[in-house]
């Protein structure tokens, strides 16, 4: 597990009940990374918010969180 799936692990244990059902899959793309985001059914709105705003949040987050390694973080929540 990368530092970033780590870090958006801790981020969205916060909001859902059920942390045992949180799964993260990378994707590396060049210099982008893609973490897509599954959680138990029914707390995907948890996770995303009214009109987002929790899910877009997130993203500022990561997409923060790898400027250091020059990477663009980019954040799926699936379904």
């Known amino acids: 597990m990368t530092k ?8 969205i244990e916060q ?7 949180i799964k993260i899959n990378t994707v590396e793309k060049g210099d982008s990374l ?22 877009n949040a997130i993203r500022g987050v990561m997409q923060a969180a790898g400027v250091k390694d020059k990477l663009n973080i980019n954040v799926e929540f699936v379904d």
């Open 34 to 55: 893609i973490l897509k985001v599954r959680v138990a059914e029914g707390e995907l709105g948890k996770v995303i918010g009214k009109n987002g705003i929790t899910a």
């Open 4 to 11: 970033f799936e780590k870090l958006l692990n801790y981020i």
């Open 15 to 21: 909001y859902v009940d059920n942390i045992n059902e």
